[in-house]
């Protein structure tokens, strides 16, 4: 599958942005999705999840309340509404998918997890 993400950009602090990731190559609906990001000098870390089966979604703790990760099987897509952005929220942001069940609940936060990855996005948040 390859994954595109859109939407980064510029934004102040307490603003809102949308990304979205577009997949093409297989059913979008087998498959588990991501998004993680990663700052200038850190390594890259976990924000949101689905697994391919069911409605729960997993999120990183400091950005719980904040950020909603969704999917729409029919368009192949896949999105992260981030709302109250934070300075610290500056990444790029990448959207991740796998084909793997994710029976081992922690691994759905691990990068290497994780088969299939877009190119990123950046998204900066200014104060």
């Known amino acids: 599958v390859q994954l595109v993400e859109s939407g980064g950009g510029g934004a102040q602090a307490g603003a809102s942005l949308r990304l979205s990731c577009a997949a093409s190559?297989?059913?979008?609906?087998?498959?588990?999705v991501a998004w993680f990001r990663q700052a200038p000098g850190k390594e890259r870390e976990f924000v949101a999840a689905?697994?391919?089966?069911?409605?729960?979604?997993y999120y990183a703790d400091s950005v719980k309340g904040r950020f909603t990760i969704s999917r729409d099987n029919t368009k192949n897509t896949m999105y992260l509404q981030m709302n109250s952005l934070k300075p610290e929220d500056t990444a790029v942001y990448f959207c991740?998918?796998?084909?793997?069940?994710?029976?081992?609940?922690?691994?759905?936060?691990?990068?290497?997890?994780?088969?299939?990855w877009g190119q990123g996005t950046l998204v900066t948040v200014s104060s």
């Open positions: 689905f697994r391919s089966t069911g409605s729960t979604a």
């Open positions: 991740a998918a796998d084909t793997s069940p994710f029976a081992i609940l922690s691994s759905i936060r691990s990068a290497s997890s994780y088969d299939y």
């Open positions: 190559g297989h059913t979008f609906n087998r498959y588990g």
